[in-house]
């Protein structure tokens, strides 16, 4: 027989584990999203109307790429992070819970990664 209070019941299970760093990261790239989210809208702009030519010379300028992987990486991530928590609430079957988990951050990867190759294709010209 087990001797063992309610916390320590808990501990290292379910929200107590993670749910503060799920939190604080989902918060952070939040914050990230504000500036980067007007900058790339101030930037889709001034680029209305602009040819292949000119949108290859403003993405080979110093820190467009930079700040286009950081809004990419910040934007999958954080939109991971809340679907995360939807399925996390709705969703009841353990199984079913788990692979829309995993298919998300696959999903989330797979197209950061593409969206970044591009951003890096143009950069350098490939």
Known sequence: ?????????????????????????????????VPLSLWFVYSAIGLTGADLAEFKAWIGLYGNPVLLILFIFCMFHHGHL???????????????KFLAIISTKFVAVLFGTASAFAV?????RI
């Open 82 to 96: 809340g679907v995360q928590v939807v399925i996390e609430d709705y969703v009841h079957n353990e199984q079913v």
């Open 120 to 124: 890096l294709q143009l950069t350098f």
């Open 1 to 33: 027989m087990q001797h063992r209070s309610a916390l320590d019941k808990v501990r290292h299970l379910g929200s107590t584990h993670s749910g503060a760093e799920h939190w604080w990261s989902e918060r952070l790239t939040a914050i990230a999203l």
